[in-house]
């Protein structure tokens, strides 16, 4: 059973940085596509950042390109997301997702991924 496990939110001032995790277990990363989503009060669920599953082709939404990255350790079977230069408006609870891939596209939409992470907080005062 595939298995993701988000870490690294918290609270940081406007300007600030901070690195989420989403660590597999159950398989590997070969051949599997993870995005991040978010999904903050009141506010549906959007799409942030993906990584694809047969190359390291990435993607990120326009709210959050230029200061976000995502990244995949196979070594370590972890995909992050670091955030640079966050923003009130970047408070949310995001989340990991991971889906089999064989293209060389990430997945933009959540109906493309089989499975979800627990979910981890991000606040970003001003």
């Known amino acids: 059973q595939v298995q993701l496990v988000e870490s690294g939110g918290g609270l940081v001032q406007a300007g600030g940085s901070l690195r989420l995790s989403c660590a597999a277990s159950g398989r590997t990363l070969s051949m599997y596509a993870v995005g991040w989503f978010r999904q903050a009060p009141g506010k549906e669920r959007e799409f942030v950042s993906g990584i694809a599953g047969i190359v390291s082709v990435t993607n990120y939404a326009d709210s959050v390109k230029g200061r976000f990255t995502i990244s995949r350790d196979s070594a370590k079977n972890t995909v992050y997301l670091q955030m640079n230069s966050l923003k009130p408006e970047d408070t949310a609870v995001y989340y990991c997702?991971?889906?089999?891939?064989?293209?060389?596209?990430?997945?933009?939409?959540?109906?493309?991924?089989?499975?979800w992470g627990q979910g981890t907080q991000v606040t970003v005062s001003s």
């Open positions: 997702a991971g889906g089999y891939s064989d293209t060389y596209y990430p997945y933009t939409q959540g109906r493309d991924y089989e499975n």
